[in-house]
Structure formats: structure tokens, C-alpha cells
Nanobody, 126 residues
């Protein structure tokens, strides 16, 4: 069983930056693909980014490519989402997720992940 605890988030002006963290307990994350998803009010959950078990492969949604960076520190059992040049349309609740995988498949769908963080609000004001 993997427990994921998120931190970071908050309110920022457009053009600003935030960093989200997702710390795991219960299992080492070194064999898990990690993803970030978000859900805005009235919208479906959408994929943001994912990183494979080693950190050697990343994949991003087109809407955040070039602005967001996903990274991981397996020694700290933590995954990060650095968000730069934030836009009002980035406002959402952000969730980290984990699935056991030693490969580099895309894994851009929520139902491909078994474990989820509690969610953290990111609000970008215009």
C-alpha cells in the first residue's frame, strides 16, 4: 500500500510559479510511475504530466509543455511538479498518483493509477 501526501499549492498571480510536492510512505517509489492530474470546477479530471520510475522519461500534456516540469527524488520518496508561467486556466485541484511500473509507457489516464494523493488547490489570478 502506498500513501501519498501532497504539499504546496496556493494562490499566485498569472505569470508566477509554484511547486507541488508529493511524498510517499508505505513503499519506496523507485518502482512506481508517478503522475500529476488536475480537475477544475465543472470539468473532468485531466492529465498533466508523468515521470517513469527512474526519472529518465517524462511526458506532458500539451497545455503545460514548456511551462511545467515533473521530477522525482527517489532517495526522498518524493515527486515534484514545478509550475512556471502560470495562467488562470491552470486553476484547479491538483492530484499526484502512483502506479507500479518499471517501464516507460505513457500512462496518461487516471484509471491507470492505483494510488492518489489528497489533492491540493492551485489558484491563479489574472
Amino acid at each position: 500500500q502506498v500513501q501519498l501526501v501532497q504539499s504546496g499549492g496556493g494562490l499566485v498571480q498569472a505569470g508566477g510559479s509554484l511547486r507541488l510536492s508529493c511524498a510517499a510512505s508505505g513503499r519506496t517509489l523507485s518502482s512506481y510511475t508517478m503522475g500529476w492530474f488536475r480537475q477544475a470546477p465543472g470539468k473532468e479530471r485531466e492529465f498533466v504530466a508523468r515521470i517513469n520510475w527512474s526519472g529518465g522519461s517524462t511526458y506532458y500534456a500539451d497545455s503545460v509543455k514548456g511551462r511545467f516540469t515533473i521530477s522525482r527524488d527517489n532517495a526522498k520518496n518524493t515527486v515534484y511538479l514545478q509550475m512556471n508561467s502560470l495562467k488562470p486556466e491552470d486553476t484547479a485541484v491538483y492530484y499526484c498518483a502512483a502506479r507500479y511500473s518499471s517501464g516507460s509507457y505513457v500512462y496518461a489516464r487516471g484509471n491507470e493509477y492505483a494510488y492518489w494523493g489528497q489533492g491540493t488547490q492551485v489558484t491563479v489570478s489574472s
